[in-house]
């Protein structure tokens, strides 16, 4: 091995840098997947996924403000409508004061926790149900990195908050990626809405991400199929359970 040779060497074998996994995500999904699991990290996409939801947070909170928000909220529930004008009043104000709070501290908290949750049920459906032989290092690393996609919803919704009148924003489906997008938000069944709404392009494509790494990870002991059950499988659950939360509620 001549010297001149040896930098390149060192680079190939080290792998990818954290910056060209995150470019890798989107455009070598397999080959990128293949390197997060040989070498999981997940530090740099949960940074990422907590600066965007912050950012996300900042632009609703400076360009349309929580109290229009909530009280759109509020004015679209038969439940709060059915309440006295003073306790209304007092619920809207409780809300606006958590809302604006948690804004900020949710990101922070909810994403690692709930990146955690999940790479804890994929791991159980992958390798306690299926048997495959994948580790739950492996498997966070694989639910932290695939959060990267969250980034262009960020960017995307924070477009939209620009260009749209602040009253018209719809807080629960900023993005026309989903047959809610032709649903009156206001009028439709809030089963029916949110489940609509749940059938996104960009959930879709996450949930193909997800496929990609957890079969990155395990290897031929699990094929591309068996790896796609085992993300639909919660999706699935929780997507039925948050449309039957919002029709009992609304």
């Known amino acids: 091995m001549t010297p001149e040779n040896a930098p390149s060497v060192e680079t190939q074998s080290g792998g990818m840098s954290e910056l060209s996994r995150v470019a890798g995500i989107f455009f070598e999904p397999g080959k990128t997947y293949a390197d997060i699991v040989a070498r999981p990290t997940f530090l740099l996409p949960l940074l990422l996924m907590i600066v965007a939801g912050l950012a996300s947070s900042y632009t609703i909170s400076q360009k349309i403000g929580w109290e229009r928000i909530f009280r759109h909220q509020a004015e679209t529930s038969s439940r709060m409508q059915q309440m006295p004008a003073d306790q209304r009043e007092a619920a809207i104000n409780m809300q606006i004061k958590i809302g604006s709070v948690g804004a900020y501290i949710g990101p922070v908290i909810a994403v690692p926790l709930v990146s955690l949750i999940e790479a804890a049920l994929f791991l159980g459906i992958v390798a306690g149900i299926m048997s495959a032989p994948v580790r739950f ?3 966070f690393a694989v639910v932290c990195w695939t959060g990267v996609v969250y980034l262009v919803t960020v960017v995307l919704t924070i477009v ?22 032709f649903m009156d938000a206001d009028t439709s069944s809030k089963f029916l809405y949110s489940l609509a709404s749940s059938i996104d392009l960009l959930s879709f494509w996450s949930i193909f991400l997800l496929a990609t790494g957890l079969k990155a990870a395990a290897g031929k002991k699990l094929s591309f199929g068996g790896a796609l059950f085992a993300v639909l499988l919660p999706w699935g659950v929780y997507v039925l359970g948050k449309s039957a939360l919002a029709g009992v509620f609304s």
């Open 160 to 181: 939209v908050i620009f260009v749209k009148n602040p009253d018209d924003f719809n807080m629960q489906n900023p993005l026309a990626f989903n047959p809610a997008a």
């Open 137 to 139: 290092k492996q498997v």
